[in-house]
């Protein structure tokens, strides 16, 4: 069968189950009630996934006397919190890269603030004894062509510059951390990043928050926000929720601030997980240090090993329905998965042989600047924060800071910043939406094709500060 699947690589994914591997767990929790009638709060939590939680849970650390209800469509960590990849990033910008280009001026601090909201993360799994399989392993980022060698030998540079410490790995060192034919050079990072168990982690959160009186109510979803006296009222199927303030936090899902939808697209991003890897088949890979790992081409991977040694293996298409089209149907797209399959098997034909058990895709909120970004509605009695473009699992709990800062009227380093103070450029309407997502993924697949050599449309793209990304 080793053979078969060396020839076929889809052959490997035949036996594997279509829902996502971190939701096929016995310790996921039963829903709350959905909300039924009125309810009243100080402030009222719109979402249950990261940024929701985080945003209840650090409202009653700030002021346990405050009434919080959260509302959720269906149940906590059910889409993008409980189906990503577990990479927990100190980067609040996609990326030292990405925030050099953009915010040049604020970068010391956005790292600083950064590592100071990764080391909170840790500490509140610690205080509220959330067991999520946290590994502070680092992340290993990998050049797979000659171009990125190139590029990789720079950002190194530029991230020394402003007092980082990453270490450039030439092929023998990469080759040496993980064994791949693929890999050319790789840059380290050995303490930016931690892996988790993602939906163990919402559920954590979830937990944490019930504890410390937190309302919930899942299978609630909310349909509109209006004002109402001194108040927000959120309106859901079976009741309403009025209360002094509202976050919102609802990641790829249409916005309740009609004004906001047009800088969000959904995007699908799919992934896979293999079976547990024998002793044997871990020696013949490597891997020792359990780096969460990535390569860098501008359809990427990301991949790492999970508490049981499966290798999670996702991300390269990052697929946009025409119209923001949102659809449990969308979840599976084996033309995807067939790709993956065969992109693992070449990035390590030692693992000939190995299945996969589970496969799924889930949509993730892409804005035009790869990271959050954060407003006000209703008079300041409303804030939210969208566009964590696949790099949420930590930087939500800073988002949620925001939120917080903006709702009770603070002034804070964090609102100062001029990432928190400005918006990324829209989405133009449809059908030009589309045909701009869809052109600038056929030219970045063809810079991966042609030694990184970016055509006019990305340039141009460059020069106004837009892209498009997973």
């Known amino acids: 069968m080793s053979q078969a699947i060396a020839a076929d690589p889809a052959r490997a994914l035949v036996h594997a189950e279509p829902v996502p591997f971190w939701l096929d767990d016995p310790a996921r929790p039963a829903a709350a009630p959905a909300l039924a009638g009125d309810e009243h709060a100080d402030l009222a939590v719109v979402g249950g996934g990261y940024c929701g939680l985080w945003t209840a849970l650090l409202a009653k650390e700030r002021d346990p006397g405050r009434d919080v209800v959260l509302v959720e469509a269906r149940e906590a960590g059910w889409a993008a919190s409980g189906r990503n990849g577990g990479f927990c990033s100190s980067s609040l910008t996609h990326g030292f890269g990405n925030g050099l280009a953009r ?93 988790v168990n993602p939906a163990r982690l919402a559920w954590g959160l979830r937990a944490a928050c019930l504890r410390l009186g937190v309302r919930i109510y899942e299978r609630t979803p909310a349909t509109s ?104 149907d969308l979840d599976q797209r084996p033309v995807t998965f067939r790709v993956l399959a065969g992109n693992f098997f070449r990035t390590f034909p030692q693992l000939e042989g190995v299945r996969f058990t589970h496969t799924w895709g889930g949509v993730i909120d892409t804005c035009t600047r790869f990271s959050a970004f954060f407003g006000t509605a209703a008079q300041g009695r409303a804030a939210y924060a969208l566009g964590f473009t696949g790099l949420g699992v930590g930087a939500t709990r800073f988002a949620a800071q925001v939120i917080l800062d903006r709702l009770d009227g603070l002034d804070t380093p964090r609102t100062r910043l001029a990432m928190v103070r400005t918006k990324p450029v829209p989405f133009p309407p449809e059908p030009l939406r589309w045909l701009g997502i869809e052109l600038t993924r056929r030219s970045m697949a063809s810079a991966d094709r042609n030694g990184g050599r970016r055509n006019l449309w990305l340039r141009t793209m460059d020069t106004l500060g837009l892209g498009f990304d997973s």
């Open 103 to 195: 915010w040049p001026g604020e970068i010391a601090e956005l790292e600083r603030l950064g590592t100071r909201n990764l080391d909170g993360i840790e500490d509140a799994l610690r205080r509220y004894g959330i067991d999520c399989d946290w590994e502070r392993t680092g992340e290993l980022n990998v050049a797979t062509r000659p171009h990125q060698v190139r590029e990789l030998r720079d950002e190194a540079e530029e991230m020394r510059r402003h007092g980082l410490s990453p270490e450039f790995l030439d092929i023998e060192q990469v080759r040496a951390e993980v064994a791949s034919p693929t890999y050319l050079a790789g840059l380290l990072d050995r303490d930016g990043t931690a892996l």
């Open 225 to 328: 926000l209006s004002t109402r006296g001194a108040g927000v009222t959120v309106t859901t199927a079976y009741g309403r929720v009025t209360a002094r303030r509202v976050a919102l936090a609802t990641n790829a899902f249409p916005s309740l601030v009609h004004r906001v939808r047009p800088y969000v697209v959904p995007v699908y991003d799919y992934a896979m997980v293999t079976e547990p890897l024998t002793d044997d088949q871990l020696a013949a890979i490597g891997w020792r240090n359990r780096h969460g790992m990535s390569d860098s081409g501008s359809q990427f991977h990301y991949y790492r090993l999970t508490a049981d040694n499966r290798i999670l293996w996702g991300g390269y298409d990052a697929v946009y329905h025409y119209g923001s089209r949102v659809s449990a």
